[in-house]
């Protein structure tokens, strides 16, 4: 089959690799229909290359019909339409039941100590092959798909796979008190997302971001936008009676502008050999954190900061200062995307798109222009928000 493979910093091509088979009887194979570019993909790109090995099968947001099950699998069956959740967790360990998937204690990376198995996404989550393919085998395939409608098109759950669960949990854990308001820091898929969630919910929403095209989609669906170029914080401040939004999305990560000390560690990291690169990550703070320290200093006294955007440095500097004095709450982490299915298949399922779904992807390829489209996604090139690949 041909997949998308991972051959070193910002190199990225489709070959030809040996078709999945069933490895455990828990297995299912998937036929992909459609499989999504994340953001996070860029990661992998560009700053997580030390936990890469040549020849990996990248991408973790796809769905598509049901080929074969294994012996105990009972829940789907060949032929249904399926979408796959990025974190590979097994439904029955104590993490599980508490709705923690992603920390799952039957697929947690040991090795890293990292918590559960996700597609596509280096030795850091267990290397296993990823969805932007022809073809994926599932691993705990009896409790991770996703079974769905077979009308309507791909693109109206596709992103049940990360992006639409993601901005879920990161306005949940935001927690904004009723009728507050909430301030998504960056406007790629998960921002918007996250923006488009709290306005549904009733919050009143700022999002903020530095491409035009990206605040032209958010206005779209009637969230208020800034421009960061300016002094973020204190404009939130004074759109919000000067006490700054109640909550706060951070949904940039470690690759925020305005960290160029932190972006030549990620340039330097990038360029160590394998081994050197992994301890360097493991060990040092290597995190562009001007995203997350304009959250600290906009959100109010006592109020929350979700994080949604990914950061991998172990020793990141943080005001924690300012922190302790305003009372700020964080919550952060992976998503436990099989946690808030039951509240989401209803709303993308309904025809009045009320997350607008089918207004995210901004393009569409095939498997074989993958590459060309990782390098116009990273470039922000295009007006490239949200890119869908068709194998």
């Known amino acids: 089959m041909k997949a998308l493979t991972w051959q070193g910093k910002r190199s990225v091509s489709v070959e030809e690799v040996p078709d999945p088979r069933i490895q455990q009887p828990t297995d299912a194979i998937v036929r992909i229909t459609s499989t999504a570019i994340c953001g996070s993909d860029l990661h992998l790109y560009e700053v997580l290359t030390p936990f890469m090995d040549k020849g990996d099968i990248i991408g973790h947001e796809p769905m598509g019909i049901v080929e074969e099950v294994g012996s105990a699998v009972t829940q789907i069956k060949a032929g249904d339409r399926v979408v796959i959740p990025f974190n590979v967790s097994c439904g029955h360990c104590f993490m599980c039941k508490q709705g923690l998937q992603s920390q799952c204690e039957t697929t947690q990376v040991r090795e890293y100590n990292s918590g559960a198995v996700f597609l596509g996404y280096s030795r850091l989550y267990g290397s296993v092959p990823g969805g932007q393919a022809e073809y994926l085998r599932v691993p705990h395939a009896d409790y991770g798909p996703i079974k769905v409608p077979n009308t309507g098109e791909d693109e109206r759950y596709l992103y049940l796979s990360d992006v639409v669960p993601t901005a879920w949990q990161a306005v949940q854990y935001a927690a904004p008190p009723q009728g507050g308001s909430l301030a998504v820091l960056g406007l790629g898929p998960i921002g918007q997302m996250s923006a488009r969630i709290g306005r549904h919910l009733g919050y009143r929403v700022l999002a903020v971001d530095p491409v035009a095209e990206r605040r032209a989609m958010a206005e779209r669906h009637g969230i208020e936008t800034l421009d960061s170029s300016g002094e973020v914080a204190e404009q939130l401040k004074d759109l919000t009676d000067g006490r700054g939004p109640d909550s706060m999305v951070d949904a940039v990560g470690m ?35 001007d995203a997350l320290y304009t959250a600290i200093e906009a959100v109010r006294r006592g109020g929350t900061i979700s994080i949604s955007g990914v950061y991998g440095g172990m020793k990141d500097p943080l005001p924690m200062l300012t922190m302790f004095d305003k009372q700020i709450q964080l919550r952060m982490g992976q998503c436990n995307v099989k946690r808030w299915i039951d509240d989401l298949l209803p709303l993308v399922d309904d025809p009045s798109d009320p997350l607008g779904v089918l207004d995210l992807k901004t393009h569409t390829a095939s498997l074989d222009e993958a590459p060309e489209m990782y390098e116009k996604f990273q470039k922000k090139q295009d007006g490239c928000i949200k890119a869908v690949l068709k194998p």
């Open 255 to 289: 690759e925020a502008h305005g960290s160029p000390v932190a972006g030549v560690a990620h340039q330097a990291v990038g360029l160590l050999p394998s081994p050197l690169g992994r301890k360097a990550m493991e060990t040092a703070g290597v995190d562009k954190l």
